[in-house]
C-alpha cells in the first residue's frame, strides 16, 4: 500500500474500530484530525448545526482568519477568531491542521498560529461542539487539553464564562474587537473582578469604565436586570481557587440564537436573533449610551449621542489618525494645529493663546476648582499655567483643566446638563495668515455648530436618516411627525385602541417595525413630558415593551414603541383567532412568570421605580417567541390627571382595579398587585372574570376559583374547557392561590411581585389564603363589576356605575395625595 492509499484506509479502519470498542474519536464533518485539516473553503460544523469553523475574511481587504460563526444565522456573525493578530493572505495555500496534539495554523509552510498544548500525541482531534466550543481532545484519555472558551475573542457565550484562577493567574478576558472590521484586539476589554466579586469593562487595560456592581447572591447591585427576573441565570463562584462567572438562558424559548459581545465601541451588548427579520435584535447595552463610554471620541473629541458622526474634533484640533477616524475608530481622539504658547506670553512678547466658547456641554473629567472673583480671574488663572487647557466660570467659582480632555459631549440645547467651556487654543486659530489652521478651526466650528443646530432642529425631516439609524441601535428618538406619517403610511394601519389614544404599526426606512401610539390628553408641559419620556425609555428589561423614542410638536405627542408581532395577550386568551391554536398551559404560566418579573423590575429594581396601575391582558404583549413584555408602563405618570379619565371610561379596565383606588387608600404598587391576581385568575379559566351567563346572571370567576382552592371542589374543573384538562395540577392550584392572595383586600397581605415571582418558579411555597372577602357579593350583584366601597360606610360594598363621579373622585384622590405627602405616589400627576 502506498502513502495515498494508507491515507484512505485508516480512517475506514478507525472508523470500524470505533463500532467495536469504546472509541472517543470523532471523524465527522464536526471535527478536524490527524485525517483531516481546514483549507481553501471547507469548513467544519458542530454536529447539532449550531457553529462552523472555517477560514473568513472581515472587510474588503485579503486578509483571512480561522473564526467560528453561527450557522443557522444568515447574516455571518463571528464569534470567536484564532489567529486574530496575525491574518494570512491566501486561504487557499494555508492550512489549520492537527500536529503533534496540536492545532496549528500554517500559511506556504509558516507557523502563523497556534493551540501550543504541550501534550505531544498523535491521538488528538479538534471537535466543534455546539456550545461554540472548539475542543482539543486527547483519544486515549478522552480529556480536553485545550479549548476556546479559555481563549474568548469579543463573543462570552451562554455556558462560557469569565474567570480568575489565583493559583495561576490566569483569567478569560474576552476583548473587542480593534474596529468592525479588524479581529484584532481592540480597547476595550471584559473581565472579572475577584476583589469587587463582580464584572467589569477595561478601556485599555487599565482605566475601569463601567461595572457591573458587586454579586450579592442574586443579582450584581448596578445592573439587576439581567440577573433578577429576566432571561439570563447567573453563577458566581468565588473560592480559595479564585472567582468564576457563567450564565445560561432562564427561559429557553427567548432568544434561543444570542450571544454577548464585547464591542469595539466600548459597549457590552446583548443580542437575539429574530429568525422572521432574519436580524440581530440588541436588548440590553451597558454602558446605556455611545457617549458614556469612556474616552470614546479620545483627547479632544466631542461626543453627541444623537447624529453622526459621533465624534467631532473640536475647533483648532483634527484627527490625530485620519483613516481610523473616518473608519468610526475615534479613540485616537484630536490633536491641534498649532502647539499652544510655551512660556508667559507677555515676556515672550508673542501673542497669548486665545480661548473658544462652547455651550451646552458636558464637561470633560477631572476640573480643578477654586474661588475666582469673576470669569476674567479664572480666564487669566488658566493663561497663565501652561498646562491649562480649559476653563470655565460656573456660580462663582472657577474650573480649570489641564492637560488632554477628554469626554466632552456635546448636548441638546434644552438639556440642562449643558455647561459653558472655554478651550485654549493657539492665538493663529483665528488668524488669516494661516490657512490650514482656519480650515481646521473653521471646519471643526462647522461641524460642532452642525451637530448643535442638527440637534436643535432634530425633528427636521433632513435628519431622519441618521435618526432612524441610532433608533436601531435601541437610543431614544426623537421623531418628526412627518417621518412617522411616512412610517405608518399615515397612520392607516391601526392596532388597536385604548384609552391615551389609538396605536398604529409602522415600519422604518432600515425595516424595523414599530407601533406608534398617538397620545391623546397630555397634560404635561414639553419639559416634563420630555423627562417622564427619558425615564421611560431608559427602562429595557426582555419583559417590559421598549420605548424607542417619541415625538413632540406642539400637541402632537406620539410614542414610538418596539412592535410586539404576536399582539396582546388578551387576543389569545380570550378571542384565538381561527389559524391561532389555544395558549397551551405551559406557555400560560411562562407569560404568567414573565409578566410577574417585568413588574419586579418596574417596582423594585429600575432607577425610577413606577406603579403601572394599568394591569390587564390588553398590556401584556407577545413577541415573535411569545415572551410577554408589559406595556405601557409610565403612561399614567405622563398623562397625570388624564389618568383618572381612562381607568373610569375604559371597558375592560375596571375589572382590574384595585379597591384602594376608589376608597381613599394610598396608590402603592400593591394597587398593581391586585391588577395581577384579576388577571391570573383568567390564564386559568380562558375567559374574562365576569361574564354574564345567558339568563343574564354574571358569574365572577375569582369567587367560583376562591370556593375551590378553598378545597370544596376539584381544580381542574375551573380551567378553561379548551384546554381539555391539560395543564399541571400544582402548577394550576399555585396560581389560583397566588391569584387570591393578591386580590385581598387588605393590600400589607397581598404579596410582593418579588415574593410571586419565586412562587411561581418554584423556589418559595404558597400557602392556603384566607377567603378574599366580599367575592361572593360580585356573583350576587349582577349589575356592575366595579366595586367602589363607599367611604361612609366602608364595611359595605357599594356599587358604582357612573363614571363621572369615580373620575372626581380618584381626582380627589391624586389631590389628596400630594397635600398629605403619602410616600408612594407614582400613579399621581406631578
Ligand atoms: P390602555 O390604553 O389602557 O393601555 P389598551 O392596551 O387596550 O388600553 P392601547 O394601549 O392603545 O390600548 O393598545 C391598543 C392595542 O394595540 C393593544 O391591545 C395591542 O393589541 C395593540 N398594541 C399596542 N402596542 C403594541 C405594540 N407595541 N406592538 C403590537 N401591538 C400593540
Ligand atoms: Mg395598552
New binding site residues.
Given amino acids: 500500500m502506498d502513502a495515498k492509499q494508507n491515507l484512505f484506509f485508516v480512517p475506514i479502519l478507525l472508523f470500524f474500530l470505533c463500532f467495536s470498542t469504546t472509541c472517543h474519536f470523532s471523524f465527522g464533518a464536526d471535527s478536524i484530525s490527524a485525517y483531516r485539516s481546514l483549507s481553501g473553503d471547507r469548513t467544519i460544523v458542530s454536529s447539532g448545526g449550531n457553529f462552523e469553523l472555517g477560514f473568513f475574511k472581515p472587510g474588503k481587504l485579503s486578509k483571512y482568519y480561522i473564526g467560528m460563526w453561527f450557522k443557522k444565522v444568515s447574516a455571518q456573525t463571528v464569534v470567536w477568531v484564532a489567529n486574530r493578530e496575525k491574518p494570512v493572505t491566501d486561504k487557499y495555500s494555508s492550512e489549520l491542521k492537527l500536529v503533534d496534539g496540536n492545532l496549528v495554523l500554517y500559511e506556504k509552510g509558516t507557523e502563523i498560529w497556534s493551540t501550543d498544548t504541550k501534550l505531544k500525541s498523535s491521538s488528538v482531534v479538534a471537535v466543534l461542539l455546539d456550545e461554540g466550543n472548539l475542543v482539543l481532545r486527547n483519544g486515549s484519555s478522552n480529556t480536553t487539553v485545550w479549548q476556546s472558551w479559555d481563549y474568548p475573542t469579543d463573543t462570552w457565550f451562554p455556558g462560557g464564562y469569565l474567570s480568575y484562577d489565583k493559583r495561576t493567574n490566569r483569567t478569560q478576558i474576552p476583548t473587542s474587537w480593534k474596529n468592525s472590521e479588524d479581529p484584532a484586539p481592540g480597547l476595550y476589554t471584559l473581565e472579572i473582578d475577584p476583589i469587587g466579586h463582580q464584572f467589569l469593562i477595561r478601556w485599555n487595560r487599565s482605566r475601569q469604565i463601567w461595572t457591573s456592581g458587586a454579586w450579592n447572591g442574586q443579582i450584581f447591585t448596578n445592573v439587576p436586570e439581567i440577573a433578577s427576573g429576566s432571561i439570563f441565570n447567573f453563577t458566581y463562584i468565588s473560592n480559595n481557587h479564585g472567582d468564576y462567572l457563567t450564565y445560561f438562558f432562564a427561559n429557553s424559548s427567548a432568544y434561543i440564537i444570542s450571544r454577548s459581545v464585547m464591542d469595539y465601541n466600548g459597549q457590552i451588548k446583548q443580542f437575539g436573533w429574530l429568525p422572521d427579520q432574519q436580524k440581530w435584535s440588541l436588548f440590553w447595552s451597558e454602558p446605556n449610551t455611545q457617549c458614556q463610554v469612556n474616552a470614546y471620541c479620545g483627547a479632544y473629541g466631542v461626543c453627541n449621542d444623537i447624529f453622526s458622526p459621533l465624534c467631532n474634533c473640536l475647533p483648532g484640533f483634527k484627527s490625530r489618525f485620519e483613516k481610523s477616524w473616518t473608519s468610526g475608530d475615534y479613540s485616537g481622539g484630536c490633536q491641534r494645529y498649532m502647539e499652544l504658547e510655551s512660556g508667559n506670553a507677555y515676556t515672550t512678547g508673542r501673542k497669548a493663546d486665545i480661548f473658544q466658547i462652547h455651550s451646552h456641554m458636558k464637561w470633560p473629567d477631572n476640573p480643578q476648582a477654586f474661588s475666582a472673583v469673576n470669569a476674567e480671574r479664572c480666564k487669566s488663572n488658566c493663561l497663565s499655567n501652561i498646562s491649562c487647557t480649559a476653563y470655565a466660570y460656573y456660580e462663582k467659582a472657577c474650573f480649570t483643566w489641564n492637560g488632554d480632555l477628554f469626554n466632552m459631549q456635546q448636548l441638546s440645547v434644552d438639556d440642562s446638563n449643558g455647561r459653558v467651556i472655554y478651550i485654549r487654543i493657539h492665538s493663529s486659530g483665528s488668524s488669516k495668515n494661516n490657512k490650514g489652521i482656519i480650515y481646521g478651526v473653521v471646519g471643526g466650528s462647522i461641524a460642532i455648530l452642525s451637530v448643535l443646530l442638527l440637534i436643535a432642529f432634530r425633528r427636521h425631516k433632513s435628519g431622519i436618516a441618521t435618526v432612524i439609524e441610532r433608533a436601531a441601535e435601541g437610543t431614544m428618538v426623537a421623531f418628526g411627525y412627518k417621518d412617522l406619517q411616512t412610517a405608518t403610511k399615515n397612520f392607516s394601519e391601526m392596532?388597536?385602541?385604548?384609552?391615551?389614544?389609538?396605536?398604529y404599526k409602522g415600519t422604518l426606512p432600515d425595516s424595523t417595525v414599530i407601533?406608534v401610539?398617538k397620545l391623546e390628553g397630555v397634560s404635561q408641559g414639553e419639559k416634563q413630558f420630555r423627562n417622564e419620556i427619558s425615564t421611560i425609555g431608559n427602562i429595557q428589561h426582555i419583559n417590559l415593551?421598549h420605548l424607542r423614542g417619541f415625538c413632540s410638536q406642539g400637541n402632537k405627542k406620539l410614542l414610538v414603541?418596539?412592535?410586539?408581532?404576536n399582539?396582546?395577550l388578551?387576543?389569545h386568551l380570550f378571542n384565538p383567532k381561527k389559524d391561532e391554536s389555544i395558549l397551551p398551559w405551559t406557555r400560560r404560566y411562562e407569560i404568567a412568570l414573565g409578566t410577574a418579573r417585568g413588574l419586579v423590575y418596574l417596582h423594585e429594581n429600575c432607577r425610577d421605580c413606577i406603579i403601572h396601575c394599568?394591569i390587564?391582558p390588553?398590556?401584556i404583549?407577545l413577541d415573535s417567541f411569545m415572551c410577554p413584555k408589559v406595556?405601557?408602563f409610565g403612561?399614567a405618570k405622563l398623562v397625570g390627571r388624564n389618568f383618572s379619565r381612562?381607568l373610569t371610561t375604559?371597558r375592560?379596565?375596571r375589572g382590574y382595579l384595585a379597591p384602594e383606588w376608589i376608597s381613599g387608600g394610598a396608590i402603592t404598587a400593591k394597587a398593581d398587585v391586585y391588577s395581577f391576581g384579576m388577571m391570573l385568575f383568567e390564564f386559568v379559566s380562558g375567559r374574562r372574570n365576569s361574564e354574564q351567563t345567558r339568563d343574564g346572571k354574571v358569574n365572577f370567576f375569582p369567587a367560583i376559583a376562591a370556593n375551590v382552592i378553598m378545597g370544596r371542589g376539584d381544580i381542574l374543573t375551573i380551567l378553561d374547557p379548551n384546554l381539555n384538562q391539560v395543564a399541571d395540577v400544582e402548577e394550576v392550584t399555585n396560581i389560583c392561590r397566588v391569584a387570591c392572595w393578591c386580590i385581598q383586600e387588605n393590600e400589607h397581605v397581598r404579596p410582593t411581585m418579588s415574593q410571586i415571582v419565586q412562587i411561581l418558579e418554584g423556589v418559595v411555597d404558597v400557602d392556603m389564603p384566607p377567603d378574599p372577602r366580599g367575592l361572593q357579593v360580585f356573583i350576587d350583584n349582577e349589575d356592575d363589576i366595579v366595586f367602589f366601597t363607599d367611604k361612609a360606610s366602608s364595611s359595605n360594598l357599594h356599587i358604582q356605575s357612573d363614571p363621572a363621579w369615580a373620575s372626581s373622585f380618584v381626582e380627589e384622590q391624586y389631590t389628596n395625595k400630594k397635600t398629605q405627602g403619602s410616600k408612594i405616589q407614582e400613579c399621581e400627576s406631578d
Fill in positions: 392596532l388597536g385602541k385604548g384609552g391615551f389614544g389609538s396605536v407601533a401610539k415593551v414603541y418596539e412592535y410586539a408581532s399582539g396582546s388578551d387576543s394599568d390587564k390588553e398590556n404583549l406595556a405601557d403612561l381612562v375604559m375592560g379596565t
